[in-house]
């Protein structure tokens, strides 16, 4: 089907790429006219404008929007809206916060235009991978638009439906819908305030076995352990094994000691939110606090587990510290 990828930084442009592939008909537009030059010669349709991107658009239309979270995501849908007509659909891909999308999914709804929020997992190994796609808002934009959320997704990955599952659920495909409007975005807030969790578990696990020999230890229970072998032994048989832990893995073995990473750790947004959600629920959530709060204390002092986390966060995500 027809559909307009708007962003195509490092997720946006593979996932047109990942399009174009299983033969959908993409027309792109980014800020940056070569960005657009590169999808234009793969076969996708370059514009200079959302104006012109609405233009080349069959009714009804979709656009899927794939930039930064918060005023920018603002001002595309915005923008984008003015274009659109009665019927036509526009997808936010990022990282929005799902207040935001019931806000904005009730003021398109007025004009008649879908909105959708749709959670995307997969980072810049999701053109081979595949997107974990989490989606809410009205049923029928999203039934109207499942060949393309089944193209973006995994697929079955060989993965069988866990045990007790009557089979059958696009969950086993890797894409879902979640619910009304903000639902899908509310689903992937949480996910990344547990991702937030497991790689604060993993860093901390690492720093223990390389601060290991230290010599304030007993000299006989000093242990000089090799944590590029023992990460890529977990990743044989171990219950801890994880995407995380590959990328640990490979971080580790190009470099033991992780020197090529300050430890400065960003925070993207969805772990503060997901800790607001707990409050406003009145949950416990202990382990996602905390390793909300490692992430603020890194930027004042930093330790090997914040390397690690560093180097996890560029593995799966592209992210870069600041000043590098």
Request: proline share 5%; with cysteine; net charge negative.
């Amino acid at each position: 089907m027809q559909i307009a990828m708007v962003g195509l930084g490092r997720m946006g442009a593979n996932m047109a790429r990942r399009l174009l592939r299983d033969g959908h008909d993409c027309v792109v537009y980014d800020r940056d006219p070569d960005a657009v030059a590169r999808l234009v010669a793969e076969g996708a349709t370059g514009v200079a404008s959302l104006a012109d991107l609405a233009g080349k658009l069959r009714p009804p239309r979709a656009a899927w929007i794939m930039v930064p979270s918060g005023e920018i995501t603002e001002n595309a849908v915005r923008e984008l809206a003015s274009h659109f007509a009665p019927g036509d659909v526009i997808v936010d891909g990022g990282n929005s916060y799902f207040k935001d999308d019931v806000r904005r999914a009730g003021g398109l709804r007025e004009r008649g235009i879908h909105y959708l929020d749709a959670g995307t997992s997969g980072g810049v190994w999701g053109l081979e991978r595949g997107y974990c796609l989490m989606v809410g808002g009205d049923r029928a934009a999203y039934d109207r638009l499942e060949p393309v959320f089944l193209s973006l997704a995994p697929g079955g990955s060989g993965i069988p439906p866990s045990p007790g599952r009557t089979p059958g659920s696009s969950a086993e495909q890797g894409y879902l819908y979640c619910g009304p409007s903000g639902a899908g975005h509310f689903a992937k807030m949480v996910h990344n305030g547990i991702e937030y969790g497991l790689m604060q578990a993993y860093a901390e696990g690492f720093d223990i076995l390389k601060n290991a020999n230290a010599e304030s230890l007993p000299a006989d229970q000093r242990y000089d352990l090799n944590l590029a072998d023992l990460t890529e032994l977990w990743r044989r048989g171990s219950v801890v094994t994880s995407w995380l832990l590959d990328l640990s893995a490979e971080a580790l073995a190009r470099n033991p000691d992780l020197s090529n990473y300050s430890g400065f750790v960003q925070d993207s947004g969805e772990g503060r939110w997901t800790v607001q959600a707990a409050i406003d629920e009145a949950v416990p959530a202990e382990v996602l606090t905390a390793a909300l709060f490692a992430r603020f204390r890194s930027r004042q002092q930093h330790t090997f587990a914040e390397k690690a986390l560093s180097a996890m966060r560029q593995g799966f995500g592209g992210h870069v510290e600041p000043g590098k």
